[in-house]
């Protein structure tokens, strides 16, 4: 490569991290005064992958991440690079309150000593213990996964509980699989800081205040973003352009698609789930691609219901609320969308987005859609109670949904991580590497750009 032609760079993948990634390649190359040629790939129609927002008749919710819980960093900053920071609406205050479906019923999550002490779902001898946290509170040095960490700081029961909800929220995931070291690291970085989870909670309270970090979203819906980001790469994004051979060329890559178009290029980011990327990587090094083989996916349903408020006895409260894994429904939680932000829903309707499956419950991609939306109104009438059917739906599947960060992820990406270093120029983005949030893939973007 040489300064007499521009810098040629692929994206293959146009979701939201590999679209973010083409944002700051971008912006880096004019800042650097490096010429590029950017191109970016995807097999879909739309851009955004599975960040994609429904609009229609008045009601406006995102099918998988509704919000950014951040504060000033990678995420803000791109927001108002795009001119977007005057659609940028915070979550309600009501919607800090959260719920547990456990023994039956709907309790708020513990957010002090008070609470915990009145929460039904833990006996009293459980909540004394996690009361008692910091006197038994230690840290440790190797991997654990979520379950036995949450054992030693606040007890088996409490952590099968409370962490346990947490993880099928987050992850989907089983909390005796996940390493809180890769899913969890603040937990960690709690422990190393302070010894202690309770003491480090009362101190994050306070930098949690001090660095503004909210739950926000976009007035139109996160979709938002990707669509501004694909708007700005005009031509050089290729929708229903899927990339099926990834090989080294000429000193870079050669990229050849389905319809037999070629391209090539000095250097290759791939933004695609570890399936797809391991198959691509497969000519360029087979033990990569059995690496990203080893990195396991868990499989969602999504079913979002509108109902009239008249038709719920009790009144919906803060933001949803998660299921334990002690109960028997395949609803993992339900978040009440027209309570976190209040243009999701016309006046006098709820607008509740369920999500079904997970880990050990893969079988609801199977399920047909009424089957989807009986769960899911169940689940909804054993929480509220409702004296009638949801007056609209929407239903959408998942498969491979969330990279499940399991015991040993955090050595098996440094060692593709590695590995790659004999592939020079080419760079891995997504969700199954660094972080599931949204945030966290805006940031990851950032440091794959430099």
């Known amino acids: 490569m040489t300064g007499s032609r521009p810098l040629r760079i692929a994206v293959v993948g146009a979701g939201i991290a590999g679209l973010s990634t083409a944002h700051a390649v971008h912006r880096k190359a004019l800042a650097a005064g490096r010429p590029v040629e950017l191109d970016v790939f995807d097999s879909a129609s739309t851009p955004g992958g599975q960040l994609t927002t429904e609009r229609e008749d008045g009601f406006i919710f995102d099918w998988a991440v509704n919000a950014f819980r951040t504060g000033p960093g990678a995420a803000t900053e791109l927001v108002a690079r795009l001119g977007l920071e005057g659609e940028r609406i915070e979550a309600s205050p009501a919607s800090k309150r959260r719920f547990v479906f456990a023994a039956g019923g709907l309790h708020e999550l513990p957010r002090g000593p008070r609470s915990l002490l009145a929460f039904a779902p833990l006996r009293l001898t459980d909540r004394l213990r996690v009361l008692a946290e910091p006197v038994f509170a230690r840290r440790v040095r190797e991997e654990e996964s979520v379950l036995a960490f949450g054992s030693r700081h606040l007890g088996p029961e409490a952590a099968e509980l409370l962490l346990g909800t947490m993880v099928r929220g ?94 090539h290029g000095d250097a290759v980011v791939v933004a695609t789930p570890p399936r797809v990327t391991q198959r691509l990587l497969g000519a360029l090094d087979p033990w990569v691609a059995r690496e990203l083989a080893a990195i396991e996916s868990t499989d969602l349903a999504v079913v979002t219901m509108a109902i009239p408020r008249s038709e719920v006895q009790r009144a919906p409260e803060g933001y949803g609320f998660l299921v334990s894994p002690r109960e028997r429904s395949s609803v993992l939680g339900i978040l009440f969308e027209s309570n976190i932000f209040a243009n999701r829903a016309p006046e006098g309707q709820l607008l509740a987005r369920a999500i079904l499956g997970g880990e050990g419950r893969e079988q609801v991609l199977a399920w047909r859609d009424d089957e989807l939306v009986a769960e899911a109104r169940a689940m909804l009438d054993a929480a509220l109670g409702l004296r009638g059917a949801p007056s609209r739906t929407w239903v959408k599947r998942y498969p491979h949904a969330i990279p499940q960060y399991h015991l040993g992820h955090r050595q098996r990406v440094a060692r593709i991580e590695a590995r790659l270093t004999d592939l020079p120029g080419i760079a891995l983005v997504g969700n199954a590497y660094r972080g599931v949030a949204v945030g966290a893939m805006v940031e990851d973007a950032e440091r794959v750009a430099d």
């Open 170 to 263: 987050v992850y989907g995931g089983d909390v005796g699989r996940l390493s809180v070291d890769a899913a969890f690291p603040a937990m960690r970085a709690m422990e190393r800081r302070h010894r202690s989870l309770l003491l480090a909670a009362l101190a994050g309270r306070r930098d949690r205040q001090a660095a503004s970090v909210s739950t926000w979203s976009l007035a139109g819906g996160l979709s938002a973003l990707t669509e501004r980001l694909a708007h700005e790469l005009g031509p050089a994004l290729h929708l229903r352009q899927p990339i099926d051979h990834l090989s080294a060329s000429d000193g870079g890559y050669l990229l050849r698609s389905e319809s037999g178009h070629t391209w």
